[in-house]
T-cell receptor, first 115, second 111 residues
Framework: NAGVMQNPRHLVRRRGQEARLRCSPMKGHSHVYWYRQLPEEGLKFMVYLQKENIIDESGMPKERFSAEFPKEGPSILRIQQVVRGDSAAYFC?????????????FGPGTRLTVT | EDQVTQSPEALRLQEGESSSLNCSYTVSGLRGLFWYRQDPGKGPEFLFT???AGEEKEKERLKATLTKKESFLHITAPKPEDSATYLC????????????FGAGTTVTVRA
């Protein structure tokens, strides 16, 4: 019973390049959440998606960041024109439903380094 | 805005030395309080959900309790494999999908 999968696990980008982070939720889960963990800081909510819908993107920077969860395939977090401040660990979580007291199960994360 | 404060930031224990971690929270209507464990270089691993004051949950050497203002994670007779960062998070009734995390308590258990 595979857990949440994320790839790549490590990603190095030069300033100005694009970063694409992928997340496959647990089997049977249709809700995906992205969180960012900056060095020496706690996890911060970025965006909540259901299939083909963005429910809440209030935690995501307005510029350069976008997220999608298509009908088929993984959820993608896209960062355009990366800057050094984007260096962080990005975690994806999934749950079987978005409301109620369902736990969120996290993937291993993608560690983005911007040089 | 939901606020979660964890203390202490770091805790060094001798194997077998029981202790407690604190999580103080401010939230407009608590939906649930969650404890996670995070090992270096890995994602948070779910431990417990607590829903109402007075509730307690146990798993091996860990026991989580909840009051109206704080939660405690008690570690009884810890072993070196209990070394990790323990994260507390809350969900509010108004945003019952968003987890607001504390900064965590890093526990080191020496043999």
């Amino acid at each position: 019973n595979a857990g949440v999968m994320q790839n790549p696990r490590h990603l190095v980008r030069r300033r100005g390049q694009e970063a694409r982070l992928r997340c496959s939720p647990m089997k049977g889960h249709s809700h995906v959440y992205w969180y960012r963990q900056l060095p020496e800081e706690g996890l911060k909510f970025m965006v909540y998606l259901q299939k083909e819908n963005i429910i809440d993107e209030s935690g995501m920077p307005k510029e350069r960041f976008s997220a999608e969860f298509p009908k088929e395939g993984p959820s993608i977090l896209r960062i355009q024109q990366v800057v050094r401040g984007d260096s962080a660990a990005y975690f994806c979580a999934s749950s079987p439903a978005g409301t109620g007291t369902y736990e969120q199960y996290f993937g291993p994360g993608t560690r983005l380094t911007v040089t | 805005e939901d606020q979660v404060t964890q203390s202490p930031e770091a805790l060094r224990l001798q194997e077998g030395e029981s202790s407690s971690l604190n999580c103080s929270y401010t939230v407009s209507g608590l939906r649930g309080l969650f404890w996670y464990r995070q090992d270096p270089g890995k994602g948070p691993e779910f431990l417990f959900t607590l829903y109402s004051a007075g509730e307690e949950k146990e798993k091996e050497r860990l026991k989580a309790t909840l009051t109206k203002k704080e939660s405690f994670l008690h570690i009884t007779a810890p072993k070196p494999e209990d070394s990790a960062t323990y994260l507390c998070a809350v969900q509010s009734r108004s945003n019952d999908y968003k987890l607001s995390f504390g900064a965590g308590t890093t526990v080191t258990v020496r043999a």
